[in-house]
């Protein structure tokens, strides 16, 4: 019962993170090709990002350490939301 608050953690840093995917993939469509690129490594950065945050919370679940886990599943979509807010805010 315990591991449910995780779980659903992880649930959500995965929609948030294919979420803000979808978003640099539609601030491409008229872009130059250096602008691609840029866009290109902050997918990449956004996707290792939920990637850490989802193993890592798995891995403290593994061990047993579950207020962990949960914090270790809902960092990346807090550090996710900053970056998409301050991303649309220029």
Not at 3 to 15: E, F, N, Q, R, S
Not at 34 to 42: D, N, S
Not at 69 to 89: K, N, Q, R
Request: glycine share 8%; charged share 5%.
């Amino acid at each position: 019962m315990q591991a449910i608050l995780p779980i659903v953690g992880m649930l959500i840093t995965v929609l948030s993170t294919m979420t803000a995917l979808v978003c640099c993939m539609l601030m491409g469509a008229n872009s130059t090709p250096a602008q691609i690129l840029a866009l290109k490594l902050w997918m990449g950065g956004l996707s290792l990002l939920g990637l850490a945050g989802v193993v890592t919370s798995i891995l403290f679940l593994r061990a047993g350490h579950h207020h962990w886990a949960t914090w270790a599943a809902f960092l990346p979509t807090i550090l996710i939301v900053i970056i998409v807010v301050v991303a649309l805010m220029r």
